[in-house]
């Protein structure tokens, strides 16, 4: 595990262009969303560029290097060694998780910095938890959809489809546009319940029924992606 | 029994099927220890998804398989311990240079590398100035002396090597034949899949023809030959006046280009 996590962590700097693209929207949504502070509150606008980056990191990522990595055979090579499936696979999930605290940090960061948001400290221990609980169901949903499809440039357009339509629905149904009853939709969507909960988690007072479900929903698309995206995953392309 | 004949390999009746395809029918062999086996076939004739199932990359459908006698089914990380692999297309990560490559292989089979040790494995393939570079700016030949490297690091009681020299010229092959040859002279077995009959007679101490997922003929190369020299399938196929053992291949899978 120690060399995969050695050489997993490797790839990742040697590719920190791309791990500085999947932190720049959140960043450059907080900062943008600064004037929206007294109306939304610093939580939801923190939630709001977590939530995003969470999105990138899962589908753009995660899924198009394991699909890229599946198609190039280093999943069958590694296999070959006397190493198991799930150790492959923890290893590339724990540097995904590791991604999920920076980009949080980062969040964290520039909202304090630009945004002037400061939280209680409970605020930012619950915030870092719930961004791993939120990173688990879009890693999820990556895992789904590299267990699908097989080919890495389908990966790819499918992964930025999905990620432009979280985002475009998502805000445009916090924002009201889109009437009642989507609203009510994207409130209950993987999008809707990840925003809802890091809202809460960081600021821990507003911690309600609705946010426990809301958790819950999210712990159940977790388990629902997982399952699908672990049962069909193939581990080479042929 | 003693060293050269301990079998390092067992295949027994492995049969592999992809949905109603059966590409495996009831295949058994061995490679003992200090032996080079070779296993030809036209394409789509079994031979991949034969060593896709001894390399535990793909389950049969029914058989037994056993690596330095541990069952791959029951014991897979002994059996994967024991054997090294040079898969057809080895791609490794292409932001990795190669000793990042050599030390995460060394760590996968528990081997805990040193920068000298790394350089000295470099130095031992001809490639000492090559530590800091991407695999992928290699050449072909150099691939694949540490694609090599790797597949034999922990020093690996069984190597399965499929098609290793595709694509190299002759000085890189010689090369490469040599030292698989250094694996049998070591007393380990290896198990090539080649399309190069010039390969398989230069190297290989016993040969398995292996068409429509069953071995149809197994023996070492000259024993194959004077079996079949009187063959007229063979003897129809022949073009230099004596019989090779690409005139006995071709006289026993037919003349017919697979797909």
């Known amino acids: 595990m120690r060399a995969l996590l050695r050489a997993d962590f490797t790839t990742l700097w040697r590719n920190r262009r791309s791990f500085r693209l999947v932190l720049l929207v959140p960043i450059v949504i907080v900062i943008s969303w600064k004037g929206l502070v007294d109306k939304l509150g610093g939580p939801a606008v923190l939630a709001t560029g977590i939530t995003i980056g969470l999105i990138s990191i899962g589908l753009l990522g995660y899924s198009n290097s394991i699909a890229r990595d599946r198609d190039k055979g280093i999943f069958q090579r590694l296999r070959v060694g006397p190493v198991s499936s799930w150790t492959i696979m923890m290893s590339r999930i724990i540097v995904q998780i590791a991604m999920v605290l920076m980009m949080t940090l980062s969040v964290f960061a520039a909202g304090n910095l630009v945004d002037k948001i400061t939280l209680t400290p409970l605020g930012y221990v619950y915030g870092f938890f719930i961004s791993v609980i939120g990173g688990a169901l879009y890693l999820s949903l990556g895992q789904m959809i590299v267990g699908w499809i097989k080919n890495p440039e389908t990966v790819n357009s499918t992964t930025r489809m999905v990620y432009f339509f979280f985002i475009m629905i998502g805000m445009f149904a916090e924002f009201g546009a889109l009437g009642e009853q989507i609203g009510h939709m994207v409130k209950w969507s993987p999008y809707g319940v990840v925003n809802k909960i890091l809202a809460a988690s960081l600021n821990p007072a507003t911690w309600s029924t609705q946010t426990t479900m809301a958790l819950l929903a999210a712990i159940g698309y977790t388990i629902v992606f997982a399952v699908i995206g672990i049962k069909w995953f193939k581990w080479d392309t042929k | ?259």
């Open chain 2, 1 to 259: 029994m003693n060293e050269q004949q301990l079998i390092i390999l067992e295949v027994d009746r492995l049969s592999v099927s992809y949905g109603a395809f059966q590409a495996v029918k009831d295949v058994s062999f061995h490679v003992q220890a200090g032996e080079i086996f070779g296993f030809l076939g036209p394409n789509g004739a079994g031979k991949t998804s034969t060593l896709s199932a001894v390399e535990g990359l793909l389950k049969p459908q029914s058989g037994r398989i056993s690596v330095a006698g541990f069952n791959l089914h029951e014991k897979p990380l002994h059996a994967r311990a024991n054997m090294g692999v040079q898969l057809q297309s080895t791609s490794f990560q292409a932001e990795l240079t190669v000793s990042e490559i050599i030390r995460l292989f060394a760590g996968i089979y528990g081997l805990n590398l040193s920068k000298e040790e790394v350089a000295a494995k470099l130095t031992e393939i001809s490639l000492a100035d090559s530590a800091e570079k991407r695999f992928g700016q290699l050449s072909g030949g150099q691939q694949q002396r540490v694609s090599l490297m790797i597949a034999t690091i922990h020093n690996p009681r069984l190597v399965l090597l499929d098609e290793p020299t595709t694509g190299l010229d002759p000085q890189s092959r010689r090369q490469l034949w040599e030292r698989i040859e250094a694996i049998r002279a070591q007393g380990d077995g290896v198990l090539l899949t080649t399309h190069s009959m010039e390969e398989a007679e230069a190297v290989c101490d016993r040969i398995a023809i292996v068409d429509h997922g069953r071995i149809i003929a197994i023996d070492t190369p000259e024993a194959l030959i004077a079996q079949h020299r009187n063959d007229p399938d063979v003897i129809s196929v022949s073009r230099k006046g004596k019989i090779t053992l690409e005139d006995v291949f071709i006289g026993l899978t037919g003349r017919a280009v697979r797909s």
